[in-house]
């Protein structure tokens, strides 16, 4: 298979969009894995809202599970890129082995972890005795799938990186393709409900992880899976890498965490598990959002990364221009979306009028800010594509900070639905925050890596 894209030398406005598109696109359909099994067991007859209550408990936590390919995956792909522009060959495969272990010791160890702990965590999150046993069962039965979901996400990244990003695409979409083939099957033909779901979902993430790993094994990458050259110093300098978008993931979770909880908290007369369903559903939407969003900004870091590597500053600079274009071009795309087809989708999940008329209301209130969202993540992204996590990791951080500020202090004043609002509030100061950063940080590192090529080269 020939490279499908030369990152070093070819038109870079071309380049951005033949890397973000299809990252974008295998984004967008891996939400499938989510949206098809939520709008399935919306629709189980007689207990789907309370089902989808329980799966929407789990949610969160299925994804923080999930985030673990993302600290090790996006922290050493970016190295991985940085080393392939340096021409250092050796030191890229020796990365990728020391991931490769990194992600299966840590499926290993999340699996027997999160068996143990999983009532009282679910019980925590927001489950109610009404939903923990659809939770628990569709966590429980997701768990057996960890190491496929772990190695099919976080080695992808490693194909995306070396330029083959149809391939990374293709992984995604085969996964969810079978995702969306299965679930019927297993919820309705089976008979098996929320079990069925995870069920599908684990078949089809084994499906994508064959693919991958056959692919990063093969002969058509320059560098593939090999095994051996073993560091701890290496595998902390990854962790660190990936601690940026790990705690990203990590975080907005804890948030839909927190949302569930305090929407627990506050729901009085029983409108707790209708909102914490709403709040599924507005998650579910919020996925579409997001997920391709970072697969443009997460998926084009191998750009950035790599004529960093190579000292060709002028490259990046102008590569982050197209991305953020990219970015804010989408947001507006799905801001219109959630004002005129929120209604559409909600009704995918419910055919309750009370929760499909508040999911809709709650849809357009977390989507007011969703433009300046855009250049939020590319920015922070950029930084981790280029090991600049002194500034990505406070950035992510304080956007967080300011969510959860409103979230906890809103309801005591306005009740339980005001929470929504706080997606609104740090989707304004984030980006704004991150602006300032930018435009007084990035001017500096890109003359500091010119100055140090400069030096060595002499």
């Known amino acids: 298979m020939a490279m499908e894209n030369n990152l070093g030398?070819?038109?870079?406005?071309?380049?951005?969009?033949?890397?973000?598109?299809?990252?974008?696109?295998?984004?967008?359909?891996?939400?499938l894995y989510s949206i098809v099994d939520r709008m399935y067991i919306g629709n189980i007859s007689g207990v789907g809202d309370v089902a989808l209550a329980g799966?929407?408990?789990?949610?969160?936590?299925?994804?923080?599970?999930?985030?673990?390919?993302?600290?090790?995956?996006?922290?050493?792909?970016?190295?991985?890129?940085?080393?392939?522009?340096?021409?250092?060959?050796?030191?890229?495969?020796?990365?990728?082995?020391?991931?490769?272990?990194?992600?299966?010791?840590?499926?290993?160890?999340?699996?027997?972890?999160?068996?143990?702990?999983?009532?009282?965590m679910l019980m925590l999150f927001g489950a109610s005795a009404a939903t923990y046993p659809y939770a628990d069962t569709y966590f429980?039965?997701?768990?057996?799938?960890?190491?496929?979901?772990?190695?099919?996400?976080?080695?992808?990244?490693?194909?995306?990186?070396?330029?083959?990003?149809?391939?990374?695409?293709?992984?995604?979409?085969?996964?969810?393709?079978?995702?969306?083939?299965?679930?019927?099957?297993?919820?309705?033909?089976?008979?098996?409900?929320?079990?069925?779901?995870?069920?599908?979902?684990?078949?089809?993430?084994?499906?994508?992880?064959?693919?991958?790993?056959?692919?990063?094994?093969?002969?058509?990458?320059?560098?593939?899976?090999?095994?051996?050259?073993?560091?701890?110093?290496?595998?902390?300098?990854?962790?660190?890498?990936?601690?940026?978008?790990?705690?990203?993931?990590?975080?907005?979770?804890?948030?839909?965490?927190?949302?569930?909880?305090?929407?627990?908290?506050?729901?009085?007369?029983?409108?707790?598990?209708?909102?914490?369903?709403?709040?599924?559903?507005?998650?579910s939407f919020m996925l579409i959002v997001t997920m391709p969003l970072g697969g443009i900004s997460g998926g084009t870091q191998t750009i950035l990364a790599y004529n960093y590597g190579a000292g060709q500053t002028k490259r990046v600079l102008t590569a982050q221009k197209y991305i953020v274009l990219l970015c804010v071009g989408y947001m507006v795309l799905m801001f219109a979306v959630a004002r005129l087809f929120g209604g559409a989708f909600v009704s995918l999940f419910t055919s309750n009028e009370a929760i499909a008329e508040k999911a809709v209301w709650a849809i357009r209130i977390c989507t007011m800010a969703l433009i300046p969202l855009g250049v939020q993540y590319e920015i922070v992204d950029g930084f981790t594509a280029l090991g600049q996590v002194r500034y990505s990791l406070p950035l992510s951080f304080f956007r967080k900070l300011v969510y959860f500020v409103p979230l906890f202090i809103l309801p005591i004043f306005f009740g339980a639905e005001s929470v929504f609002f706080a997606e609104t509030i740090s989707d304004v100061a984030g980006p704004l925050a991150s602006v300032i950063v930018y435009c007084l940080a990035m001017p500096k590192i890109m003359k500091k890596r010119e100055t140090m090529l400069a030096a060595t080269h002499e």
């Open 9 to 31: 030398r070819d038109n870079i406005k071309k380049l951005v969009w033949r890397i973000a598109l299809p990252s974008m696109l295998a984004q967008f359909v891996s939400v």
């Open 55 to 120: 799966v929407g408990v789990c949610g969160p936590v299925v994804t923080m599970v999930g985030s673990v390919a993302f600290l090790v995956g996006v922290g050493g792909s970016p190295l991985m890129s940085i080393r392939m522009g340096e021409q250092k060959m050796a030191e890229a495969k020796k990365i990728l082995a020391n991931c490769f272990l990194m992600l299966c010791i840590l499926a290993a160890l999340l699996t027997v972890v999160m068996i143990v702990i999983r009532r009282p």
């Open 140 to 283: 429980t039965t997701y768990l057996a799938g960890t190491v496929f979901a772990l190695l099919a996400t976080g080695m992808n990244q490693f194909i995306i990186c070396q330029g083959f990003a149809k391939v990374g695409m293709m992984s995604v979409m085969l996964g969810a393709l079978l995702n969306i083939v299965l679930d019927p099957v297993f919820i309705f033909a089976f008979r098996m409900g929320v079990r069925g779901a995870a069920i599908a979902t684990v078949i089809s993430q084994i499906g994508s992880c064959i693919f991958v790993l056959k692919f990063l094994f093969g002969k058509t990458v320059p560098v593939k899976i090999t095994f051996g050259g073993y560091s701890l110093r290496l595998m902390g300098k990854i962790l660190v890498m990936g601690f940026t978008p790990f705690i990203i993931i990590a975080i907005d979770n804890v948030m839909i965490i927190a949302m569930n909880s305090v929407l627990a908290h506050y729901g009085t007369g029983g409108q707790g598990d209708l909102l914490i369903t709403c709040a599924t559903i507005v998650q």
